[in-house]
C-alpha cells in the first residue's frame, strides 16, 4: 500500500449508461460508503414525455440516502422544458446537463456533445432554465462535438447560467475514448470559466488522482467513471489517502458483486435477464481481476458457467 500526500477533492461518480442504474449506486454505496455525489445515467425524451423507465430508476427506494443528482440529455429547448418540469414536480431540487454523451446516436441527433454546436438552442438557456428558479443546475461537458474550440463559443453562455459547477472531459465527442487528453484546452478554459470545475478522464488509480490533485490545484473535484467502474474501490481508496492492496480491492469487490446479483436474482427472471444486467459489471474491470477470468465471465452463458468463471 501507499500513502498520498495531497488533500483530497470531492469525487464525483458519473453515470454510464447501462452500468450505473439503480441497483448499482445503491450496492456501490452499502459496500463502499463515502460521501460522494452519484448522478443518474441521462434521463431522456421520449414521444414527448419523460421516458418511463429513466423515471423508474430515479424513484427507486434504492437511492435513498444517496447524494443523487438526475442527469438530463436534450436537443433542444422543448426537450429540456419537458424534462425539468417533469423534474420539479417530482420534487427535484438540482439537475446536471448533459452536454458530454460522445455516443454517435444521441451525438448525431444533436444531444450531449452534439449540443455544443448548436449555439441557437445553447442562447436559449438562460431563459429555460429561469423558469424553474426551485431547481439548481451543473453540467458535464466535453470541449467540442468534432472541434476542440467549440466550447470557447458556448463558455458565455455557460458563464451566464447559475450553475454549482461544471466537469469537463477534455476531448470532443468524436473521440469517444480514444486518443489524448487535450489538457492546454482544458487549461484554458479553467482560466476563462466563472464557475468551479471538475476535472474527468483517464482516472483509473488512486495514483492518477493524486497527480491530477497536485497538478491541478484550481479543480474543485475530480470526476470518475470508467475507472470506478473497473476498481469500484477507486474513489474510497483515493478519500482515505491509501492505496488498498489487491487482496483488500478484489474482497470488497466481490462483495458488491455478491450484493448486486443476490438482487437481480430476486428481481428478474431467467438467466438470460440475470446475464444481460450482471456480466457488464465486469465489462472495465480486466485488469482488476486479469484476462482469463475475464474473457470467461464475457463468454458465459449460463448462470451455472458465470457461477464458475467467477469463482475461479
Not at 465471465?297 to 458457467?305: D, P
Request: a negative charge.
Amino acid at each position: 500500500m501507499s500513502d498520498f500526500k495531497t488533500n483530497p477533492l470531492p469525487v464525483y461518480i458519473a453515470p454510464v449508461q447501462g452500468h450505473t442504474d439503480a441497483a448499482w449506486r445503491h450496492f456501490h454505496h452499502s459496500t463502499y460508503g463515502g460521501d460522494f455525489r452519484y448522478y443518474t445515467p441521462f434521463i431522456r425524451c421520449e414521444h414527448g414525455e419523460l421516458r418511463r423507465q429513466d423515471l423508474r430508476d430515479l424513484l427507486s427506494p434504492l437511492n435513498d440516502g444517496i447524494d443523487l443528482e438526475p442527469q438530463v440529455i436534450f436537443r433542444d429547448m422543448t426537450e429540456l422544458d419537458i424534462l425539468l418540469s417533469r423534474l420539479k414536480s417530482e420534487g427535484m431540487t438540482r439537475v446536471n446537463l448533459n452536454m458530454g454523451c460522445p455516443f454517435p446516436l444521441q451525438m448525431g441527433k444533436g444531444r450531449g456533445a452534439g449540443f455544443l454546436s448548436n449555439l441557437d438552442e445553447a442562447s436559449k438557456l438562460p431563459d429555460t432554465l429561469a423558469k424553474y428558479p426551485e431547481l439548481s443546475y451543473s453540467v458535464k461537458m466535453r470541449i467540442g462535438h468534432d472541434d476542440n474550440t467549440e466550447w470557447r463559443k458556448i463558455i458565455e453562455i455557460l458563464n451566464s447560467l447559475p450553475l454549482s459547477e461544471i466537469a469537463v472531459h477534455p476531448r470532443i465527442g468524436k473521440q469517444q475514448y480514444s486518443g489524448e487528453l487535450d489538457l492546454e484546452m482544458l487549461a484554458e478554459l479553467m482560466k476563462v470559466s466563472r464557475h468551479k470545475i471538475i476535472y474527468n478522464g483517464e482516472l483509473k488509480t488512486p495514483a492518477d488522482m493524486e497527480r491530477v490533485t497536485a497538478d491541478w490545484p484550481d479543480a474543485a473535484g475530480l470526476m470518475v467513471a470508467r475507472g470506478i467502474l473497473g476498481r469500484p474501490s477507486l474513489a474510497s481508496e483515493y478519500s482515505e489517502g491509501e492505496e488498498w492492496s489487491p487482496e483488500k480491492r478484489k474482497a470488497a469487490m466481490m462483495d458488491f458483486h455478491d450484493k448486486l446479483l443476490t438482487h437481480y436474482e430476486e428481481t428478474l427472471c431467467g438467466d438470460s435477464q440475470i446475464l444481460s444486467k450482471i456480466k457488464p459489471f465486469w465489462e472495465y474491470a480486466e485488469a482488476e481481476i486479469g484476462r482469463k477470468t475475464w474473457k470467461a465471465i464475457k463468454k458465459s452463458s449460463t448462470l451455472a458457467k458465470y457461477r464458475t468463471a467467477i469463482n475461479n
